[in-house]
C-alpha cells in the first residue's frame, strides 16, 4: 500500500472513531434526557416506584460516562489530534461529565418523587415544578441538537435560555417560603419541592454549559463566564 493510501485509510478510521465518539454522547443524552423525563413524571403521578427506579438506572448513565471517556483517552494516545479535532475530544469530554452530573440530578429528583408520593399532594399538583421542568428540558434538548449539529447560533439561542429558568426557578422558590409561613404543617413537602426546583435549575445550568463547549468545538473560542452580548460579538467575527 503506498504512503498516500496509508494515510487515507489512517484518516478515514480516524474519522470514524470521532464519529462514534459523539454518536456516543448523543446516546448517553438521550439517556439523561428520558431520567428526566421520568423523574417528573414519577414526581407529577405520585409514583414512588417509578420513582425509585428512576434513581436506580443512574448507574446506565455513568457506564456511559466511563466508556466514553476511555475511547477519547485512546484516540487521544493514539491518534494524537491537534486543532479541531482536538477541540472535538476536549468538548466531549467536558459534555459527558456535565451529562452525568445531569443524570445525578435526575436521580435526586426520583428519590425525592418516592418521598413527596407518600405525603399530601399540592393543590395544583406541583404545575409549577412541571413548568420549571419543561423549560429545563427542552433547554438541554436543544443543547444536544445544537452538539449534534455542531451548531454555535442554536447553542447561544438555548444559552440565553438560562435567564428564563432562573427566574422561574427564583419564583417558585419565593412561592414555596410564602407557603410554608401560611401553613406550617407544608414545611416537609415544600422544601423537597424546592430541592426539586433546585435540581432542574442545575440541569440548566449543565445545559448551558454543554452548549457553551459547543461554541468552543466550532470556533475554539472559550464563552464561559464571558457576557453574553459579547460572546456573541466575538462569534460575529470569524
Known sequence: ???????????????????????SVLTMGGLVEEQLKRAILALVK????????????????????VAIDEDCSRIIARRQPTAGDLRLIVAVIKTITDLERVGDEAEK??????????????????????????????MLHRAL?????MDPELAMRAVREDEVVDQEYD????????????????????LDTMWTA?????????????????????HGKDIRHVDLEAAEREMRRD
Request: proline share 2%; net charge negative.
Open 109 to 138: 429528583i426520583g428519590y425525592l418523587a418516592a418521598r413527596l408520593a407518600v405525603q399530601e399532594r399540592p393543590s395544583d399538583s406541583y404545575r409549577s415544578i412541571q413548568h420549571l421542568s419543561d423549560l429545563v428540558a427542552n
Open 171 to 190: 419564583a417558585l422558590l419565593r412561592q414555596g417560603i410564602t407557603v410554608m409561613m401560611e401553613d406550617p404543617r407544608t414545611i416537609s413537602r415544600v
Open 46 to 65: 405520585g409514583d414512588s416506584e417509578l420513582g425509585e427506579q428512576v434513581a436506580h438506572d443512574d448507574y446506565k448513565v455513568n457506564h456511559l460516562e
Open 198 to 218: 433546585r435540581a432542574l435549575e442545575r440541569i440548566g445550568d449543565h445545559a448551558k454549559n454543554i452548549c457553551e463547549y459547543v461554541v468552543y468545538m466550532v
Open 1 to 23: 500500500m503506498e504512503q498516500q493510501d496509508v494515510a487515507h485509510h489512517w484518516s478515514r478510521q480516524f474519522n470514524e472513531e470521532l464519529e462514534a465518539v459523539r454518536t
Open 145 to 149: 441538537d445544537a452538539f449534534a449539529r
